[in-house]
């Protein structure tokens, strides 16, 4: 299994644009071969700070969404994804990280 886990924090956008933004990305990747699951957070302490947890098969299944020009374009709509960047045009600022599962552990 590969996580993706993305830091977004808004910078020229609202809550709610970010959130129908990101609803449309996840629908679309939702489809993809090798997806598992996909979860947006909300930090309580940070107004304006979302954690993207994306779980798939490999990650060659999840490096497979970079040549998916549509989604390219969907997230075109808060980041610039294409060269040359332009990240003057940004709305949001986002830090990436490709994680392993270390602890998965459900109630009981």
């Not at 071969?33 to 999840?62: C, K, M, T």
Request: net charge negative; aromatic share 10%; glycine share 2%.
């Amino acid at each position: 299994m590969f996580i993706s886990v993305n830091k977004a924090t808004l910078t020229d956008c609202t809550p709610e644009e970010y959130e129908r933004f990101y609803q449309e990305a996840c629908d679309y990747m939702a489809k993809q071969p090798g997806h598992i699951r996909q979860r947006l957070v909300r930090s309580d302490s940070e107004p304006g700070v979302y954690f993207a947890i994306s779980e798939w098969e490999s990650v060659e299944a999840y490096r497979r969404l970079a040549t998916i020009d549509e989604l390219v374009e969907i997230f075109g709509q808060v980041i610039s994804l294409t060269e040359p960047r332009d990240p003057s045009k940004d709305k949001i600022v986002v830090e990436h990280h490709d994680c392993s599962m270390v602890l998965d552990r459900e109630r009981v």
